[in-house]
């Protein structure tokens, strides 16, 4: 099993960065990929964003590429999303989600990510 603590959420400005935590615990290889998902009251939980432990590879959702970046601490065995240029619409409850690894690269359906954290409120005013 693979437990996932998100941490790092909070209430800021448009404009303003926030950086969200993923610690990991558990058997290792089911965090060989680690993601980022978002869930706005309403509406279907989005990817964000994905990053394998081994090599490093990134993804990112179209709404937040140029703006978020997905990192990881392989001796921690933690992931960060660094926000910035953060908009309203960013609001959401933030989702840190892992899974063995995969050859279609990227995985950005949340059925692909079999681990899930509890998440953490982000929301940007204006």
């Known amino acids: 099993q693979v437990q996932l603590v998100e941490s790092g959420g909070g209430l800021v400005q448009a404009g303003g960065s926030l950086r969200l935590s993923c610690a990991a615990t558990?058997?290792?290889?089911?965090?060989?990929?680690m993601g980022w998902f978002r869930q706005a009251p309403g509406k279907e939980r989005e990817f964000v964003a994905a990053?394998?432990?081994?090599?490093?590879?990134?993804a990112y959702g179209d709404s937040v590429k140029g703006r978020f970046t997905i990192s990881r601490d392989n001796v921690l065995n933690t992931a960060y999303l660094q926000m910035n240029s953060l908009k309203p619409e960013d609001t959401a409850l933030y989702f840190c989600?892992?899974?063995?690894?995969?050859?279609?690269?990227?995985?950005?359906?949340?059925?692909?990510?079999?681990?899930w954290g509890q998440g953490t409120q982000v929301t940007i005013s204006s």
């Open positions: 989600a892992s899974r063995e690894p995969i050859n279609r690269w990227p995985p950005t359906k949340p059925t692909e990510y079999p681990y």
């Open positions: 558990g058997r290792t290889f089911g965090t060989s990929v």
């Open positions: 990053i394998r432990w081994s090599g490093g590879s990134t």
